[in-house]
């Protein structure tokens, strides 16, 4: 889903969502290999603060609210 990326690129911010324990990855033992990669407890935890985060910092974006807000 990442339109641009290299796989070096890639891999070296997977290992270090890894390395952070953001993310699991399992190694499947075929030819070609086959690698699976899942956000853990942790991300999801993550994820729904960042969500919350995003609603907060658009309704402060959106121009009409902009504009209210800074009438106050």
Do not use: C, D, F, N
Not at 17 to 36: A, D
Not at 57 to 63: F, L, R, V
């Amino acid at each position: 889903m990442l339109k641009g990326i290299s796989s070096t690129v890639l891999a070296a911010r997977l290992l270090e969502l890894e390395r952070e324990g953001l993310v699991s990855k399992k190694i499947y033992p075929q030819i070609p290999p086959k690698v699976e990669y899942r956000l853990t407890l942790q991300a999801k935890e993550l994820e729904l603060i960042l969500l919350e985060l995003s609603k907060w910092a658009h309704s402060w974006s959106a121009p009409e609210i902009t504009a209210t807000k800074t009438k106050e």
